[in-house]
């Protein structure tokens, strides 16, 4: 669907040429696939492409991308992807965009674009990139970019001023005001001040910690809580984080080096990631002190350090088979294993199931509940009162974050003067003009969860997700009836094949009865076909198993004849 044909179909207005569109395809009402679109005289500017990571309830699901269905057959108008910063929920959709379109420009900082570009590899899609920094300014016409330098929990975080002929917006991307960051590259706010001085008509703001208040703790105040780790444990400290948080990870391996500790990198993305990092200078790594997993084999416990991936309790990452024991890297008595990410909105159980086995085999597990270990990388809420103050936007959009969030982000705006009907609580899909200086939603475009599920993307529905839920809580029955031709009765007693619940073959005995009963009576009325008689044997086992065990599994009926 175009976007004009969404537009009718949803009964948009028609967008005036002096007038700006934004329409979030993720991100809002949810912890990650941020990705938002700005629409101005017929040409498309997408800022971040990322992935949200699935819950419980989404079994077998890998990622959740954004939906950019209302835009798919105008991607030829997309100018460029400007990119804030290199996390997975702003990265982590954009191959799969480029695979619609490879050709469409990618902007970003170094650092951001080095790790999109690894990604890339990956798809076998060669990008067209355009690195920025800080202070930079850029024309795609209609939009004129300026770039600022924001801190986060990654390097070379950007802020994004985006000029139209509407107005101008501030996009803040993930940032924190830490003062006193590990790299030294402050958040920009003289530039917000100034940005604020010549009128931001529309402010976009990370609302991740808005409900937190003060200020968020700063990188460095971790220090002493990482080194009595490492000064406490008499074994191997192995380290879980997001194979993209450099920060975190600069602070483990000058850890380790102070304690005189070999570190190995454990995982394809965290390899790969770090690499890149120390490669283009953003990791700082001392001669000899990072080695291969096999070279720790080697070494003494106690001068081991290993850091992996898994710290959201992913199934499939290294800490969660460690938990589980069936990683080749067993932990046990004398490990200190130190989750250094924050708790992500939703993986509570999955991260709370890893805690319990690695302390089950004997490891201390340390983490941001028990230690400061950990510090956010998004703005508390005084840090967003201080940019409202400093900014003084016409319009405000809350965005990056839960409805819980969002909320809390408006409140904050409106408490430092902002307008109540200039405060737009938007979901994603809602569709926001900017319109002489006044920013309203005029309405709403379709958009959905698009489910990554190994190779196939978009293919697992709602309805598929049931299914799985479905046969995850009730099990599997398959029935195996021979039948008579002549007679239409069983042959020989039904063979059950049970996955999901316990049993014993005794209890399905009197399944037999029930089932030449029912097929006695469709002999009456003369149903012979196998898919008739499929569809009676599955109703029937369906009842019989509902009262004999109060389940009801999927069944699978097979009817050989005999």
């Known amino acids: 669907m175009t976007v004009d044909a969404a537009a009718a179909a949803n009964r948009l207005p028609q967008l005036p040429p002096d007038a700006l569109r934004v329409v979030a395809f993720g991100g809002l009402g949810e912890v990650g696939r941020n990705m938002t679109v700005f629409e101005s005289q017929g040409k498309l500017l997408v800022v971040d492409c990322g992935v949200l990571f699935p819950e419980e309830h989404q079994p077998g699901v890998d990622v959740i991308l954004p939906d950019w269905g209302a835009i798919r057959d105008r991607l030829s108008d997309v100018v460029a992807i400007v990119l804030t910063h290199g996390h997975e929920d702003h990265i982590g959709g954009v191959p799969y965009l480029l695979r619609e379109r490879p050709d469409i420009p990618l902007i970003g900082s170094r650092l951001t674009l080095s790790f999109v570009g690894a990604k890339l590899a990956e798809h076998r899609i060669q990008p067209i990139t355009i690195e920025v920094r800080e202070g930079q300014k850029l024309s795609r016409a209609p939009f004129e970019l300026e770039f600022l330098a ?4 990654i390097p070379d975080g950007l802020a994004i001023a985006i000029r139209t002929p509407a107005g101008m917006v501030l996009h803040t991307g993930d940032f924190k005001m830490d003062q006193f960051p590990l790299d030294n590259r402050i958040t920009d706010l003289r ?19 808005a409900d937190v208040p003060g200020f968020t703790t700063a990188e460095r105040d971790l220090t002493p809580a990482i080194d009595a780790v490492f000064r406490g444990t008499p074994r191997r400290v192995v380290v879980s984080s997001f ?12 850890a380790a080096h102070a304690h005189g500790r070999k570190v190995a990198f454990v995982g394809r993305s965290m390899v790969r990631n770090m690499g890149l990092a120390a490669e283009l200078g953003y ?11 096999k070279t720790t084999d080697r070494l003494p416990a106690h001068q081991i350090t290993l850091v992996c991936t898994g710290s959201q309790g992913e199934p499939m990452a290294a800490l969660s088979r460690m938990a589980t024991g069936t990683h080749t890297i067993t932990v046990g008595h004398g490990d200190t294993v130190l989750l250094a990410s924050s708790l992500i909105p939703g993986n509570e159980n999955a991260i709370y199931r890893v ?15 028990n230690a400061k270990v950990h510090v956010s990388g998004h703005a508390s809420a005084g840090e967003l009162v201080y940019c409202y103050n400093i900014v003084q936007p016409s319009n405000v959009v809350p965005v990056h974050g839960e409805v819980r969030h969002l909320r809390a982000n408006a409140d904050l705006a409106l408490s430092t003067g902002a307008h109540h009907d200039r405060v737009l609580l938007a979901g994603n899909g809602d569709v926001i003009d900017l319109h002489h200086g006044h920013a309203r939603i005029t309405g709403s475009v379709e ?20 299914q799985r839920r479905e046969l995850g809580a009730q099990g599997v029955l398959t029935v195996v009836a021979l039948i008579d031709t002549d007679t239409g009765q069983l042959a020989e007693e039904p063979d059950i094949i049970a996955r999901g619940f316990e ?15 029912a097929l006695s009576k469709a002999a009456e009325r003369k149903i012979t076909t196998i898919g008739a008689l499929e569809d009676i ?14 389940r009801q599994p999927v069944v699978i009926p097979i009817v050989v004849e005999a």
């Open 447 to 466: 958009v959905h969860n698009i489910y990554v599920d190994g190779q196939t993307v978009g293919g697992v529905t709602e309805a598929s997700l049931a």
């Open 191 to 209: 530039g917000f001040a100034r940005l604020g001085e010549e009128g931001v008509d529309l402010f976009l703001v990370d609302s991740t910690n």
């Open 283 to 293: 990791l700082r790594v001392p001669d000899g002190l990072v080695v291969d997993q």
């Open 355 to 369: 805690i319990n086995g690695l302390t089950a085999q004997g490891a201390n597990v340390v983490h941001k509940g």
């Open 503 to 517: 049993y014993s073959p005794a209890d399905f005995e009197p399944l037999g009865p029930a089932l030449d009963k």
């Open 537 to 550: 044997i599955a109703r029937e086992t369906a009842k019989w198993v509902r009262n004999a065990f109060g």
């Open 150 to 153: 924001v801190n986060h929990s």
């Open 243 to 254: 194979a993209s948080h450099v920060h975190r990870i600069q602070q483990v391996l000058d």
